[in-house]
């Protein structure tokens, strides 16, 4: 019974900690979501949209029907800006591509994420601006070419210097002349950001491999109304152009921490579950061992030992118990939190502040456990 008891209390420690992980790890992603993903989800409805090869054949068929869906969208009431893109915040993947800084050599190229954007895409996301400027009307396949940098890729492409006005190559075109700097956005997920950064070309001079487009729509009516006008505009546009992925940036942020909070319910619910179990078992061997002491417990007491003395006793008895389990909890969370190391962020697998913080906890429940037994042997009437 003493050795179950005590893996009992392991398990439980194992389990606490776990969950105490994957809660500090959920809460930094939502204050990642809420601050420093690249994007303001409040009133965002996004869609996917896949314009058939036989009916938009080139890159300029594409364009020109991403315009017309624009300039209908932006009619809808309510909406206050509008925009197209070749990746979306939060969509799972990247789209790496070599990115080379004019005047430098082949040797120093990157591989950063290139996504396409049209104007308004940058205030439809409420990405923010950090110098110079988003794209515009004027940014036209005639014109002159322009690129949009993040910070990160500012950074490592020209450190310490103003990357407006810098020209970069996108693979073998370009140069594109750097009109803005923009914050980071997380493509891949809150947990994850492409180390090197994100390049920014405008719809009309630099089109994609990719036929999917993402439309995000800014509007300060309900999420409702506004898939239903876009669901009608796009009919009116083309009633055969697929539209998939309806969605609003709200719920994209939900999904993507949807693992983490999956497995942060099931760790607290089992973790819970052990350290019931673990403090009934201990109150059970406990009471179990002041009925078998009875007798010791009443002589005790007849030969001089205070109330005080035989409360420790039991106490002694149950402390010894919690803190085997303790111990060899501490190991085993030990060694599982490294496995759990792929669904944490912003917290290390080993913290000391979680480790020590459940270790406390599990053992001031487990001592509340004890008191009653104890209680209960100072009771017992020597005679």
Not at 344 to 354: N, R
């Given at each position: 019974?003493?050795?179950?008891?005590?893996?009992?209390?392991?398990?439980?420690?194992?389990?606490?900690?776990?969950?105490?992980?994957?809660?500090?790890?959920?809460?930094?992603?939502?204050?990642?979501?809420?601050?420093?993903?690249?994007?303001?989800?409040?009133?965002?409805?996004?869609?996917?949209?896949?314009?058939?090869?036989?009916?938009?054949?080139?890159?300029?068929?594409?364009?020109?029907?991403?315009?017309?869906?624009?300039?209908?969208?932006?009619?809808?009431?309510?909406?206050?800006?509008?925009?197209?893109?070749?990746?979306?915040?939060?969509?799972?993947?990247?789209?790496?591509?070599?990115?080379?800084?004019?005047?430098?050599?082949?040797?120093?190229?990157?591989?950063?994420?290139?996504?396409?954007?049209?104007?308004?895409?940058?205030?439809?996301?409420?990405?923010?601006?950090?110098?110079?400027?988003?794209?515009?009307?004027?940014?036209?396949?005639?014109?002159?070419?322009?690129?949009?940098?993040?910070?990160?890729?500012?950074?490592?492409?020209?450190?310490?210097?103003?990357?407006?006005?810098?020209?970069?190559?996108?693979?073998?075109?370009?140069?594109?002349?750097?009109?803005?700097?923009?914050?980071?956005?997380?493509?891949?997920?809150?947990?994850?950001?492409?180390?090197?950064?994100?390049?920014?070309?405008?719809?009309?001079?630099?089109?994609?491999?990719?036929?999917?487009?993402?439309?995000?729509?800014?509007?300060?009516?309900?999420?409702?109304a506004v898939v239903r006008g876009l669901r009608l505009a796009l009919l009116e546009i083309d009633p055969d152009l697929p539209i998939a992925d309806v969605q609003t940036m709200l719920e994209r942020t939900a999904h993507a921490v949807a693992p983490q909070r999956?497995?942060?319910?099931?760790?607290?619910?089992?973790?819970?579950?052990?350290?019931?179990?673990?403090?009934?078992?201990?109150?059970?061997?406990?009471?179990?061992?002041?009925?078998?002491r009875t007798r010791e417990i009443g002589i005790r007491l007849a030969l001089g030992d205070t109330v005080g003395g035989v409360f420790r006793l039991v106490l002694a008895e149950g402390a010894g118990l919690i803190g085997v389990g303790l111990v060899l909890g501490?190991?085993?969370?030990?060694?599982?939190?490294?496995?759990?190391?792929?669904?944490?962020?912003?917290?290390?697998?080993?913290?000391?502040?979680?480790?020590?913080?459940?270790?406390?906890?599990?053992?001031?429940i487990a001592l509340l456990a004890c008191i009653e037994p104890a209680r209960r042997a100072t009771r017992v009437d020597p005679i």
């Open positions: 019974r003493r050795g179950l008891v005590a893996a009992q209390v392991a398990l439980s420690v194992v389990l606490l900690i776990g969950a105490t992980l994957l809660f500090t790890s959920l809460r930094y992603l939502l204050d990642v979501a809420a601050t420093d993903a690249g994007f303001n989800a409040t009133g965002v409805v996004t869609a996917t949209i896949f314009p058939p090869p036989s009916r938009y054949p080139s890159s300029t068929d594409v364009v020109a029907l991403q315009e017309r869906v624009l300039d209908r969208v932006r009619a809808i009431p309510g909406v206050t800006a509008a925009g197209i893109t070749s990746n979306i915040a939060l969509s799972g993947f990247e789209n790496p591509s070599s990115v080379s800084a004019v005047g430098r050599s082949a040797d120093e190229a990157v591989i950063p994420s290139v996504v396409t954007v049209t104007p308004g895409y940058f205030e439809a996301m409420a990405t923010p601006l950090i110098r110079g400027r988003y794209f515009d009307r004027t940014d036209r396949s005639d014109s002159a070419k322009v690129a949009i940098v993040d910070g990160r890729l500012a950074a490592r492409l020209w450190p310490y210097e103003d990357p407006i006005g810098k020209e970069i190559y996108r693979g073998e075109s370009g140069p594109f002349r750097i009109a803005g700097v923009v914050g980071d956005v997380r493509l891949e997920g809150l947990a994850s950001m492409q180390s090197i950064g994100t390049a920014y070309f405008p719809h009309t001079q630099s089109p994609p491999v990719r036929r999917l487009r993402c439309i995000a729509l800014k509007s300060s009516v309900d999420p409702a999956l497995a942060m319910s099931l760790s607290t619910m089992f973790a819970g579950i052990a350290l019931l179990l673990s403090m009934l078992g201990l109150y059970g061997v406990l009471v179990g061992v002041v009925a078998r501490l190991a085993g969370a030990g060694l599982a939190a490294r496995t759990m190391k792929g669904l944490l962020f912003g917290v290390q697998p080993t913290d000391p502040v979680v480790f020590a913080g459940v270790t406390i906890v599990t053992g001031a």
